[in-house]
């Protein structure tokens, strides 16, 4: 069993920058794949993107490649989304997710290959 609380959400303005934090509980966190994914309204949940359980495989949504940088720290049972040059189409909810299987050695781009989630925090970027 995995929970998962996210953090660092807030206003920021276009051009500004957030960092997301997803801390958390269980001892398979550091066995577990980890994505972030975002749904904004009216819109389906989309993923934003991913990091393998080991070796760094990172996947990421074409529209925020360059932008946006994933990481975790296994010693703290955290992932983190660096998200730069934020843009108002950014605003959204946005969730980190977990994968505990042996798919965790990659880093799924897939919604139903992660088994647990967050409740989400809310990012709004203004034009």
């Known amino acids: 069993q995995v929970q998962l609380v996210e953090s660092g959400g807030g206003l920021v303005q276009a051009g500004g920058s957030l960092r997301l934090s997803c801390a958390a509980s269980?001892?398979?966190?550091?066995?577990?794949?980890m994505g972030w994914f975002r749904q904004a309204p009216g819109k389906e949940r989309e993923f934003v993107a991913a990091i393998s359980r080991s070796y760094g495989v990172t996947n990421y949504a074409e529209s925020v490649k360059g932008r946006f940088t994933i990481s975790r720290d296994n010693a703290k049972n955290t992932v983190y989304l660096q998200m730069n040059s934020l843009r108002p189409e950014d605003t959204a909810v946005y969730y980190c997710?977990?994968?505990?299987?042996?798919?965790?050695?990659?880093?799924?781009?897939?919604?139903?290959?992660?088994?647990?989630w967050g409740q989400g925090t809310q990012v709004t970027v203004s034009s």
């Open positions: 269980g001892r398979t966190f550091s066995n577990a794949a």
């Open positions: 997710a977990a994968d505990p299987t042996p798919r965790a050695l990659l880093a799924s781009m897939r919604l139903s290959d992660y088994d647990y």
